[in-house]
């Protein structure tokens, strides 16, 4: 056993700190989140990531490095190929994934692939294009409920949503839907990382609402991860946000589904007070659906303030024997075009009450130093086949 009893590692989706040296192969070169966010308003104000380092590790035009930062932080680079959430989840926790999940952004969804959805679920398929969620409620949802019809659509992630409205389509009807979708789709030429069923309620434009019954019908990890490690050992590993589906339940013994980020960092908050011996992985999704996606630079910069309030609660809580880290999957520049996903490097903000001291640690060529430290605190090892090295030494 290491020095830490309990290691919370939040993942702020999205929240990327400047392009990757391979951001041009991706159409991302000139990509960098926080920094854009940062340069677009007069005011950012966050004096929690201020005091773990954030400013002092990415320049920021009006918020000052400190002169003594809490904790320990340092870019991490991506070496698995791609720009998803599930990949940069699954290499945070060991795997190197080289082939990347498709995705079907430009054209839709192929023909064979509809065809045998539509014979199997009995229903005409609607929509097949990137949408947001919103747009594509806005557009189809009235059809929906008038004729039965389903809507399928993507976004610039590797997944195939299918909408349904609660009262006419019915909950359970759509995750049979999408159960369907998920076998089909295990076809190599057809996999996408996840399935997501997408209810709504309301009855007409301008009523549309999406509820948070929401379900993702993810891949399973290629292989064993940190978190199968740490479960196998006896040790809690306790899920909140997205993190059960991105794992498709693998490796956790508990999981608290989040209605917002402000929800998962008022979940992480309480967790904090309960006894625990293990780990607790928060993503928070909404810097990445709600604001990175949809191209929204004040939007973002908002939700960076509301956790930074949150962090500064969860902060107090910490005990000696506590370990926070905190990390992102990817980038999502909201001052980028298009509205994918962009290839950059992610923060890493690691801060103790008890540590010794604070700073500059070089940079990690993988985001699986995460789950390599996480690992060598509790005595663990890797699975075999993972990749990553610990900075447990440097953190302590």
Known sequence: MGKYKRIFTIVVDSLGVGALPDAGEYGDAGADTLGHISQYRDGFYIPNLQKLGMANLHPLKQVEAVETPLGYYAY?????????????????????????FRTFTETGFPKELLDELSARTGRVII????ASGTEILEELAEEEIATGHMIVYTSADSVLQICGNEETFGLEELYRCCEIAREITMKDEWKVGRIIARPYVGKKKGEFKRTANR????????GA?????????????ISVGKIFDIFDGEGLTESNKSKSSVHGMEQTIEIAKRDFNGLCYVNLVDFDAL??????????????????????ELLGLLKEDDLLIITADHGNDPAHTGTDHTRERVPFLAY?????GSG?????????????????????GMPEGTIGSSLYEKLV
């Open 215 to 222: 379900h993702d019908y993810a891949l399973k990890p290629y």
């Open 225 to 237: 991860t940190a978190l199968n490690a740490l479960k196998d050992a006896g040790f809690d590993v």
């Open 360 to 380: 500059r640690l070089d940079d990690a060529v993988t985001f699986a130093v995460i789950g390599a430290t996480i690992t060598e605190n509790f005595g663990v």
């Open 291 to 312: 604001w990175g996606h949809r191209r929204d630079v004040e939007g973002y910069a908002q939700e960076i303030e509301k956790f930074d309030v949150k962090l500064g």
């Open 352 to 356: 103790s009450p008890s540590m010794a």
């Open 76 to 100: 991490l680079y991506e070496a698995s190929t791609g720009k998803d959430t599930m990949t940069g989840h699954w290499e945070m926790m060991g795997l190197h994934i080289t082939t990347p």
């Open 127 to 130: 929509g097949n294009k990137s």
